[in-house]
């Protein structure tokens, strides 16, 4: 069976890199990013704005959807990389997808429990 990548949180990380680059008048390869955020600071929108995937010989195009649909374009090779967070990669898991969680990462957690003393 073959195993599906997700990229979370991160791994987009490494597109931000300038490790490789390519010179003269290459073929670019169309890659398809699903993309579950809407914010501009995201890594697939910051590699974009700062023009790492074409120094690196990539097309891509950024899909805003819901995480149940990039899921599905993953599997149904529509789209390259997903950048999802982890729950529906679970779920989609124990529903029979074969797919591969590769990084995830947090700055800070989003609530803050604080006890009240009466």
């Given at each position: 069976?073959?195993?599906?990548?997700?990229?979370?949180?991160?791994?987009?990380?490494?597109?931000?890199?300038?490790?490789?680059?390519?010179?003269?008048?290459?073929?670019?390869?169309?890659?398809?990013?699903?993309?579950?955020?809407?914010?501009?600071?995201?890594?697939?929108?910051?590699?974009?704005?700062?023009?790492?995937?074409?120094?690196?010989?990539l097309e891509v195009s950024i899909?805003?959807?819901?995480?149940?649909?990039?899921?599905?374009?993953?599997?149904?090779?529509?789209?390259?990389?997903?950048?999802?967070?982890?729950?529906?990669?679970?779920?989609?898991?124990?529903?029979?997808?074969?797919?591969?969680?590769?990084?995830?990462?947090?700055?800070?957690?989003?609530?803050?429990?604080?006890?009240?003393?009466?």
């Amino acid at each position: 069976m073959v195993r599906r990548i997700v990229s979370v949180l991160g791994l987009s990380f490494l597109l931000l890199s300038d490790g490789v680059s390519t010179t003269g008048q290459a073929q670019l390869t169309k890659v398809n990013v699903a993309s579950s955020g809407i914010s501009p600071t995201q890594p697939p929108y910051m590699a974009q704005d700062a023009g790492t995937y074409s120094k690196n010989g990539l097309e891509v195009s950024i899909i805003r959807t819901r995480p149940e649909i990039a899921v599905m374009s993953l599997l149904r090779a529509e789209a390259s990389i997903v950048h999802i967070g982890g729950a529906i990669t679970i779920r989609s898991n124990l529903r029979g997808a074969d797919l591969a969680f590769i990084a995830a990462g947090a700055v800070a957690t989003d609530y803050w429990t604080t006890p009240r003393c009466v």
